[in-house]
């Protein structure tokens, strides 16, 4: 059913108050904190490459005050055991029963920070509750909640001591973004408030109305020609001549469900081409993998993927709806 002008203008307004809330916070990086939003409200994840000290928790924090919900901080090292993260199961001598202990996993934001410090078997720990919102633990399986979002941070100039995530584990994440440093103006607003810095901040929805807009996300429309053209950029990737290993469809689908919530966010109930030009390196260049000669001459993912928009001609305004 097609999105009504009512739910279209109410998503737009309800979008745009929780980014307000969360940029009390997160100051001048309005532009990602809409992305870790449309994440959230397609249902998928974020892995966010970054230095220390930009504020990736205070985002996760202020992105689950901002829609009433809950959140955890996992600090990802060499020693941490997969039932660190997903819990587990405890022999209770007075009750002769086992008893399940909730991991930091259980709750609708949560931080996987340096997730690249754990060990492969400790990350894949992640795989299953990123794809479906559920843990098994000794065969029985139990749902996280939602909303449910992974925000997952990795350092990529120190690599000292860490281990490269798997392609299918980096597949899984809907996009890949960079908080990076604030502007000259920011910096400044930062540091007269730092006296007084703001660490909370009040709900703007509830985790129900955040499950509705993802619902009204879902029915954008989506014309034939559009499709047509996210299937075009996806094959591009796979044909670049720097590229080894192009997007896969599960790339595609993520940049299907991402220009779904981001028309919803500017109150169209349809995309456009423009949508899927603005997300498309953000949810694909991660999905690459390069030749390793186009690395040591510099290339980078995301020149590729901006080569890729260039090179691939949209459709028509027809498209448009």
């Known amino acids: 059913m097609p999105l009504s002008a009512d739910q279209a203008s109410w998503f737009q307004s309800t979008f745009a108050g929780i980014a307000d809330n969360?940029?009390?916070?997160?100051?001048g990086k309005r532009h990602v904190v809409e992305l870790v939003l449309t994440a959230m409200l397609s249902e998928g994840h974020v892995l966010l490459e970054d230095v220390p000290g930009t504020g990736k928790t205070s985002l996760a924090r202020a992105l689950a005050q901002s829609v009433e919900g809950t959140s955890t901080r996992i600090q990802f090292?060499?020693?941490?055991?997969?039932?660190?993260?997903?819990?587990?199961?405890?022999?209770?001598?007075?009750?002769?029963?086992?008893e399940f202990h909730a991991g930091p996993v259980f709750a609708n934001v949560v931080l996987a920070d340096e997730i690249n410090r754990a060990s492969p078997k400790t990350q894949s720990a992640l795989l299953e509750v990123m794809a479906e919102g559920r843990v098994t633990i000794d065969g029985v399986t139990r749902p996280?909640?939602?909303?449910?979002?992974?925000?997952?941070?990795?350092?990529?100039i120190e690599q000292a001591g860490?281990?490269?995530?798997?392609?299918?584990?980096?597949d899984r994440f809907l996009l890949r973004t960079s908080l990076g440093y604030p502007d000259r103006s920011s910096t400044v607003r930062i540091l007269e408030g730092s006296a007084v810095q703001r660490r909370d901040v009040g709900p703007v929805v509830s985790p129900q109305a955040m499950l509705n807009l993802a619902a009204i996300a879902n029915d954008v429309y989506i014309d034939p020609l559009v499709y047509d053209y996210i299937a075009r950029l996806v094959e591009a990737t796979r044909d670049a001549e720097q590229v080894r290993l192009g997007s896969s469809i599960r790339g595609g689908i993520?940049?299907?469900?991402?220009?779904?919530?981001?028309?919803?966010?500017?109150?169209?109930?349809?995309?456009?081409?423009?949508?899927?030009?603005?997300l498309a390196q953000p949810v694909l260049a991660h999905r690459l993998i390069l030749h390793p000669e186009a690395e040591f001459d510099g290339v980078t993912a995301e020149a590729v993927v901006a080569q890729v928009v260039l090179s691939v001609p949209?459709?028509?305004?027809?498209?448009?709806?």
């Open 144 to 156: 996280v909640g939602r909303p449910f979002l992974v925000i997952a941070t990795q350092n990529p």
């Open 314 to 321: 949209p459709p028509s305004e027809r498209a448009a709806g």
């Open 162 to 170: 860490t281990y490269r995530l798997p392609e299918a584990q980096l």
């Open 22 to 27: 969360v940029e009390q916070v997160i100051v």
């Open 254 to 278: 993520a940049l299907t469900r991402a220009a779904r919530t981001r028309a919803a966010c500017q109150g169209r109930g349809y995309v456009v081409p423009d949508d899927v030009k603005l």
């Open 77 to 98: 090292t060499p020693d941490l055991l997969p039932g660190d993260v997903t819990g587990i199961t405890v022999y209770d001598q007075k009750t002769g029963e086992f």
